[in-house]
Structures are given as C-alpha cells and as structure tokens.
C-alpha cells in the first residue's frame, strides 16, 4: 500500500487558522499555490508540539472508535478528551469547495504525518514529488487516512489527529512506526472525479453513518483480507519482510472482531484465515529477529488451535532465542509429540539442549534455574526417556543401539571413537542415536555431514 500522499500544505506567513477563505477555483490559483512549498519548520505553526491531549479540545470529534480494534462508539459512550478512546479528530485550515467526495471517485492529494511532540514530519507526499491517488472506499490506504478524507471538499486543508486503531494498530510496523501511534496529518485535497460507473454491489453493502464507512458484508471482508495476505506472501518472498508486516496487519485489522458470524461454516473459514495471519507474522518477526513479537503473534495463533505444529515450533524458537529455555521446553516437546519424525524440531531439539549446556558451563543463569534447566533437559531421566520416547524408531534399534553404547561406556582398553555413518541409518534413527548418546554424557563430534563420532 503506498504512503499517504497530499498535494501543495503552503501555509502563508500571516494565515491565520481561523480565517477559512475560499481560494478562486481557477487554474492560475492552482499553479501559483503547487508552485510554493512552505519549509517543514513552518508546519510547526499548524501541528505544534502540544500533546495531542491539548490539542484535540478545540478539534471536532469527527469518527469515534474504541480505541482497540475501530469499532464505532457513539457520542453518549465518551468525551471528547479522553484520550483511552480513539477515532478521528479534525480541524479545518482552509475551506474547500463543492460537494464531498462519495464511495469509488478517485482523489489526489498531499500530506505531512506527524508522530506526537515531534516537529519533523516522519512521511510526506513531497518526498516523492507526486500526490498519493486512490479510490475512497475501496481500502487502499490505511482506514483513518480513508475515513478522514471522505470528510473533505475539494482543495480543502484541513489537520487530523487519528488513533492507531485506524492507522498501524497496537504492532506497528517496525521498525519505522512505534507500537499504538497516534499521528496527526496535514492534508490538502488537491481533486477528486467521481467514479462513472454505478458503486450499488449486490455482494457489497456499504452503509454510510455520519460519515463513516465500513463494509458490512463477511465475504467481501475475507475476500479483501485475503488479497492483502496473498500480496503479503508475495512480498515475503521477494525479502521485503517489513512490507509484508505490514499487508498482514492490515488484512488482521479488516477482519478481527469485525465480521458478523453467521454460521459455523463462517466462523471456521474466519479462524481460519486469522490463523494464518498470525503464523505469517510471527515467521516475519522471526526471520527479523523480533522474538517478543514472534511469541506474540504464536500464542495468539495458540489460542485458535492449541496444537498447531508451526506456532509450537516459532514460539519456541523465539523462547531459547530469548533465553527462556524452561519455557523453550514446554513447547518443544509438544511439538515432538504431535511430529516426532519433523527433522526441523528434532534438530531444534539439539540446539535447545546445546543452550542448556552453554548456560550451566558460562553460569549466566541463577542457580535456581541452572538446577530445574539441568533437572528438565540433562540430568532427569524420565525427561530425556519421554523426549527418546517420542521418535519413532523400532524397539529393536532402541534395544541394539543401548547395548552398543553401554558396552562402549564400560570398556576401558581402547581410546577408539564409536563411528556412525549416516547413510546406514534414517534421519529419524540418525537424530535418536545423537540424542540417546548425549543422554549418557558421552561426546558426538562431528566429522562431517555424513559422519559423527562417539567418543567418552
């Protein structure tokens, strides 16, 4: 989804903010006003460094929201000040002209979008010398971006201040947009052209209250969401992780707690579809090394399918990352039970138990936790007889294989390593014999991929 975009904010050295005088709509005054582009330090005396708590008190209270996930309050539910509410707030810097732009015209404006107490705009349309273009109602900017300029006559200025309910939501999208940002924008309407072609959509109810717009209608909302999923996994595999985020935020914020649940067959293609958002996200923050938001996004996924395999695995990846092994662990070892041949969780096992061994022998961790890591992954037997328990390897081999490194244990007249090539052994079988020897403090040095040896 491109930036928001507005057209020339020229802000005149003695304009007073009050003064809400037509321009003459002709294209000299056109030209002239594209022609001056007023310095950011001069936008302060428009946005300011006031908290938003300030400045909204003289600003009309356009769009109520709760704050959370865009729901619609009504006016009795809240004040105008309290900011644990959210919506849109505007204020009108320069008078438009006309009719207000309706569902489906194409509009072309500018912008500057400030965070809160900053004085530099951390986006604008001039950056990239153009005006942002979309089509109102048909979600291709962000909804407050969407919302605020459906208010507006053409060449119309006017300041919003809008809660990240309706812009990037509670996550953000790192690393550029913090968590929960509120913004206030600076647009100017620059024109709009009414679509040709007739909006009605039998698949498609669109209700227009107090001007809000939000699509009532479950199948264009999963089909919408699905869109910006599938543009998500496009991004994804060109390497653009921080766009894809971005895709699959938005497709959450369309969908999450905002469709009617009809029947069961909604329901199920509705958790479906969040499951999904959530898995994406969570290998995002993954591969970008956001491990807090990683486990984030996994439990949320854990909470519509306890036993998903990839939520299990992520989170616990992102659990050793962060050093929490105990809890690293837990979700492991669910994940080995519902998959015990999955080589990426076998090989997550290792790993898990290298991290342990690293934290006892650098003794980071208090001695509290030293003794339950050790009770729970080294020295507790039952533990490592459940974790060998749960690969899938005959009892033959598990008898032969523990009667082979037994007698290598108590013979005392060679030095010889125990050799194990892998092609004589599945991966399955080749995992279990590297598991059950470190199970008896005997080291595995690797030869090479094909080869380890056992050694005392």
């Avoid at 979008?113 to 990239?128: L, N, V």
């Avoid at 208010?151 to 939501?169: A, C, N, P, W």
């Avoid at 913090?178 to 309407?189: D, G, H, K, Q």
């Avoid at 649940?261 to 969040?274: C, M, S």
Wanted: charged share 30%; proline share 2%; hydrophobic share 35%.
């Amino acid at each position: 989804m491109e930036s928001l975009t507005i057209k020339n904010l020229n802000i005149d050295e003695n304009y007073n903010m009050n003064d809400n005088v037509e321009e003459d709509d002709d294209l000299n005054a056109k030209y002239n006003r594209s022609a001056h582009i007023e310095p950011f330090h001069r936008q302060r005396r428009i946005d300011g460094t006031l908290p938003f708590s300030e400045q909204i008190i003289t600003m009309k209270h356009i769009i109520i929201t709760n704050g959370y996930d865009g729901r619609y309050m009504n006016n009795d539910n809240m004040t105008e000040t309290d900011l644990n509410q959210g919506g849109i707030w505007k204020e009108i810097i320069h008078n438009g002209i006309g009719q207000k732009s309706t569902i489906g015209a194409s509009v072309r404006l500018h912008y500057y979008a400030y965070f809160e107490h900053r004085d530099e705009p951390f986006d604008t349309s001039f950056k990239r010398r153009r005006p942002l273009e979309f089509r109102l109602g048909k979600y291709e900017v962000l909804p407050g971006i969407d919302l605020a300029v459906s208010t507006m006559q053409r060449r119309e200025r006017s300041k919003f201040i809008i809660s990240s309910d309706l812009l990037y939501g509670e996550l953000g999208c790192a690393p550029h947009i913090p968590e929960s940002a509120w913004c206030l924008y600076v647009i100017e309407l620059l024109t709009t052209n009414e679509s040709s072609t007739v909006i009605h959509d039998e698949q498609l109810l669109i209700k227009t209250i107090t001007n809000k717009q939000h699509i009532d209608d479950f199948a264009k909302r999963i089909r919408l969401a699905q869109t910006l999923r599938n543009t998500g996994n496009e991004e994804y595999a060109n390497g653009q992780l921080d766009r894809a985020l971005r895709s699959y935020n938005k497709a959450r914020q369309l969908i999450h707690n905002k469709v009617t649940l009809i029947d069961g067959k909604h329901e199920e293609q509705y958790h479906q579809l969040l499951l999904k958002l959530h898995l994406n996200s969570a290998q995002c923050y993954l591969r970008l090394d956001n491990f807090e938001k990683c486990l984030r996004a996994c439990r949320e996924a854990l909470v519509i399918e306890p036993n998903n395999l990839k939520a299990l695995f992520r989170a616990s990846v992102s659990l050793r990352s962060l050093n929490q092994l105990d809890e690293a662990e837990k979700y492991l070892s669910k994940a080995l039970a519902i998959d015990p041949q999955n080589r990426d969780i076998l090989t997550e096992v290792i790993k898990l138990k290298d991290a342990v061994d690293l934290a006892i022998q650098t003794k980071t961790k208090k001695s509290d936790e030293i003794f339950t890591l050790k009770e729970s992954l080294t020295n507790n037997q039952n533990d490592n007889d459940d974790i060998l328990s749960c690969i899938d390897v005959s009892d033959q081999f598990r008898l032969k294989l523990d009667s082979l490194l037994k007698e290598f244990i108590e013979s005392n007249d060679t030095l010889e390593p125990f050799i194990i090539q892998r092609q004589n052994f599945s991966d399955t079988e080749f995992y279990y014999i590297e598991l059950l020897a470190k199970s008896k403090q005997l080291n595995i040095n690797r030869i090479n991929d094909d080869t380890i040896h056992i050694t005392k």
